[in-house]
């Protein structure tokens, strides 16, 4: 992944004529987006009509509220709110080159009218809610992807950076995450992905599961992690790496987390905190299946949801295993 502030250098020294051969190599791979391409080429045009480099250096002041209103009416006219959260350059001529990609690079997507495109800078944060409910806990430096409502078969969204996930279980759908070094696919669970590190791919298992894939690898190189587990993979690799890790360690402060049932089947409920709890709950009494519930759990633990349907239910709770629980007796309500 190549910053964006580094691009904004490169460009700038490119006209100048003072770009380095190896920086000359990683615009050269930028560029070869099309959509970079034609960027580059409005603001070069720009940059060459003024008279001389003193000119280009002071005919634009820096300013970003005036950034703003040059793009804000185009994207209301979508009905789009993004967030713009980029840092402008010290330099005049890179406000300028700001200008311009603020439409036509990190607006591209949010100029769609169904996909936005949100970028923030080292140190910022913000927290997005999607289309279904599930949200994702930003840390800069960081840029997202995300369609404005997800399809009716799929939920997709692309990101570089750092972000904490937490997602809404569907049995149907699965959300998946693409980066330019692998990509996560789940059902409903919170994780973290990390591509902060050039060539280098790092995802944990908050709770729940999730499949890691490289996309250097085949699909039989996949792996699962279920909670407390960290795959890390670097680019060019022959395998993906997984080591357990604490949750204090996972690099954010994790957010409490909260589902909310309502009246919903204890079949589908169970269902759902088999999957993020990574356990198994087998219920005796089949007439409780399709029993109406109500409930909301606010970074509860199982022990304190398997207490509930015990007052609630009158079922006997039996752990036979690590991770597997059996429910018996009971009445429906």
Known sequence: MIEEEKIIGFIQKKLEGTLASEEAAQLNKWLALPENAVAYEQYAQMWQGLSSLEDKKLAYNPNSEQAWNLIKDEIEAKQQKPRFKLAYAAAASVALLVLVFGVNYFFNAANSADTIKLVLQSNEKDTLTFSDGSMAYLVGPCAITYPKEFAANERNVSMEGFAYFDIEHESTRSFEISTEYGTVEVLGTSFTVDTRQENLFTVQCITGKVRVTGNELGAEAQSILTRKKKATYTYGASSIAVTSFALENAGIEIPARKMTFTNQPLGEILEQIEYSYDVSIKLENKDLLESKYSTTLHDSTLDDFLN?????????????????????????N
């Not at 509930?308 to 039996?318: Q, R, S």
């Open 308 to 332: 509930e349907l015990k007052i609630t239910f009158d079922v006997d709770v039996t752990q036979t295993e690590a991770s597997s629980y059996i429910l018996k007796g009971g009445n429906s």
